[in-house]
């Protein structure tokens, strides 16, 4: 991905977050998102690839959406690719995933469900009110392939702001949302790897670091401090990623489906 | 003078460049909701590609579960639903014949076209973590279906797992506007079946159509009621304890072998 006037971007776990400073080469139209946002979707094409970008987004969705996908990358859950856009009217791009549906009930069996585990525990630990049937995409690859799940959209995160991270503990959001057709055992039992992962992440200290000041540089919308606290917090979550998980489920269950 | 109202369902498979086609209408009349299908789909090749394909068929399956009219489903930037039109009652099989007869002469028929059966089917086993217990296409006079060597006429069955004594011959049906014609096919596939292992000594075996999820209550009672006198049970796989049934009956029965 091209960088305009020598910007800078971060490789992160063999993926790298860019910054652009200029505005999309063009704008194609808008995308027909059913987005319960107040954002504005659009679809942009750079070097040939298509991007959905949202803009007149606030710092806090920004921030949750860059420490968000930094954190997919390395906790391995299916995201597509992604750049922040940083001209008058900052935004967020994400890859259009190439034919891919919104997530269906109908499907849910047969989704790779170590994917749909993954997009669990990364929601349980990034504090992610805002996953409903939009915000999971779903690639058919053919043969018999489970459907592959991605995860996007984590602007409603409260990962976006440090101290209402710090204020919700080891607490999970009252108001997180649930996939339906989704089991619970069957995340139960697809998500050993990435608390594996998690935890061994939770022991990482100088690479959370090393993120949180990352997304502080990449976003310029974090101090100092608070990549501090984000780094605590963060590793916090990371050690008792196996609890939030059942907190979460706990939560959304109860509450049931959007 | 009645009213009726369509609303056309297009599959745009490039958003960027605005380029739709009309894949479906959903229809409300006084018969209720429903959906028709456009007559042909646009090739592959047309379309993008493969990827776009295999989504295009799910979204037709997805389709067939549409039931309300006014409030459609999101499915993603590929779909969009039309806004209602509509149209006197008498004059909407007339229209949607003309809206719908697309692409290639009626008697092109790509019915068979989409998802094979059996890939969904397997699909959803490796999903469900069973797929090294389950074989695919059963064959009679080989391997475990050599008991039945004499009735060579049989058609292949999608899957099975066999273990020493008993054997599982499954065929997976589901959502798709090509339903009746699989279940047809199905019906026919096993009632064969069903008397050949009456006939000759072998294995304790038991048929199986498996509804992969979202096949709706009304083709699953059809599936029953079809298959009924194939002696075939049908499992929907949405009802946990006939899943949980079901695959746990797998894994005993592959299993078995194993110890054995």
């Known amino acids: 991905m091209t960088d305009l006037g020598g910007n800078i971007g971060f490789d992160f776990a063999h993926q790298r977050l860019d910054v652009i400073e200029a505005k999309f080469l063009q704008k194609t139209g808008v995308v027909p998102v059913n987005n319960r946002s107040r954002a504005l979707f659009m679809l942009d094409i750079r070097d040939g690839e298509q991007y959905v970008v949202k803009r007149g987004i606030d710092a806090t969705d920004i921030v949750a959406e860059a420490l968000g996908w930094l954190l997919s990358q390395e906790l391995g859950v299916r995201t597509p690719r992604a750049m922040l856009v940083s001209d008058d009217s900052p935004g967020w791009a994400s890859h259009l995933v190439q034919a891919a549906l919104n997530w269906d009930q109908a499907d849910a069996a047969l989704c790779n469900p170590v994917d749909v585990a993954n997009i669990f525990v990364l929601d349980a630990i990034v504090g992610n009110t805002d996953r409903h049937h939009d915000n999971v995409l779903v690639c058919d690859e053919g043969g018999t392939t489970p459907l592959l799940v991605h995860s996007i959209d984590l602007g409603n995160s409260r990962i976006g702001h440090a101290l209402g991270l710090v204020e ?46 990352e997304a502080g540089r990449l976003t310029r919308l974090i101090t100092a401090d608070e990549q501090k606290l984000f780094t605590e917090q963060l590793l916090l979550r990371l050690e008792n990623a196996e609890k939030l998980l059942s907190d979460h489920l706990d939560v959304t269950l109860s509450r049931g489906a959007p | 003078m009645t009213s009726a109202a369509y609303r056309l369902v297009h599959f745009s498979p490039d958003p960027a460049t605005g380029i739709k086609y009309p894949i479906a209408a959903l229809v409300s009349s006084s018969a209720g909701t429903r959906v028709e ?165 072998g294995p304790h075996t038991q048929l199986y159509a498996y509804a992969l999820p979202g096949l709706s209550p009304k083709h699953i009672n059809e599936a029953r009621r079809i298959l009924d006198f194939t002696h075939t049970k049908v499992v929907n796989v949405d009802i946990p304890r006939e899943r949980d049934d079901f695959l746990g009956t797998i894994r005993e029965v592959a299993q078995a072998s194993l110890v054995d």
Request: with cysteine; proline share 7%; glycine share 6%.
């Open chain 2, 37 to 201: 299908f456009v007559s042909h789909l646009p090739d592959a090749r047309c379309i993008g590609g493969a990827d776009r394909m295999r989504a295009l068929h799910r979204v037709q399956q997805r389709l067939t579960r549409v039931s309300s009219f006014s409030q459609v489903p999101s499915f993603g930037p590929y779909v969009t639903f039309d806004t209602p039109h509509d149209v006197p009652e008498e004059n909407l099989a007339a229209l949607l014949r003309k809206l719908l007869t697309l692409y290639a002469p009626p008697h092109l028929s790509d019915a068979d076209t989409g998802p094979r059966r059996k890939s969904e089917g397997m699909k959803w086993f490796t999903a469900m973590g069973v797929s090294r217990f389950v074989q695919r296409g059963f064959r009679p006079g080989t391997g475990p279906g050599m008991f039945l060597k004499n009735i060579p006429a049989l058609e292949k069955v999608s899957h099975y797992t066999a273990g020493v004594h008993s054997l599982m011959l499954m065929e997976p049906i589901f959502a798709r506007p090509q339903f009746e014609k699989d279940l047809k096919d199905v019906a026919r596939r096993l009632a064969a079946y069903a008397l050949a292992i009456s006939q000759v000594s």
């Open chain 1, 168 to 213: 919700l503990g080891l607490d999970v959001p009252a108001d997180s949302q649930f996939l339906r057709g989704v089991e619970r055992t069957t995340i139960e039992n697809h998500a050993a790897a990435i608390l594996a992962r998690a935890g061994l992440l939770a022991k990482d200290r100088s690479r959370m670091v090393a993120l949180c000041y």
